[in-house]
């Protein structure tokens, strides 16, 4: 008895997972769908904002920004089928509110100083740890704007479309940006590099 090889039969089709545009489209009637949204890039967003604010605050503003993007569901322009900028955006906003604290935090880790100790004497010899506190400070003394592109390309890994989105802003103005607060950061660091 011999064994024959089935046939193949073409491959069954996945349905292509809907765009976050349709899920917030549809959430505008079954509300229930924004949770697609939020299982999507909570993580994301939430990364970002910490390393913006730090962990304390989060969960706050994370949860937040998901509630704002929620609430203005309604305005999404459905002719951008990714809500990843979008929520950047709200995120950034959410950010500034916290701005104060946000700057007074880089001031204040830009002028500590080492313990005196021998444990923290031997982690000063680390460049990157003597570098934070003056990173710290030239970010603190960068314009909202260009901290905002800044952190947007560095934490949150945007392109340059994406952060105009998320800003408002022309992409032309998020190089113009970036450049200008590269070159002080490169300009204030460049005293650390031996």
Known sequence: MTATAPTSAAPARVPAEPSDAEVIVA???VPERFSEIFDRY???IHRYVASR???ASADDVAAET???AFTLRH???????QA???L??????LIRRHRRSETRAYRVTGRATAETDHADRVAEMVSAQRMQPRLAAVLAGLGAGDRDVLLLVAYGDLSYEEVAQALGIRAGTVGSRLNRARRKLRKALEGDVE
């Open 27 to 29: 959430s505008r009637d």
């Open 42 to 44: 909570f993580v994301e």
């Open 53 to 55: 604010l730090g962990d």
């Open 66 to 68: 998901f509630l704002t």
């Open 75 to 81: 305005k999404y322009d459905a002719g951008r089928p």
């Open 84 to 86: 990843r900028a979008w």
């Open 88 to 93: 950047y955006g709200i995120a950034t906003n």
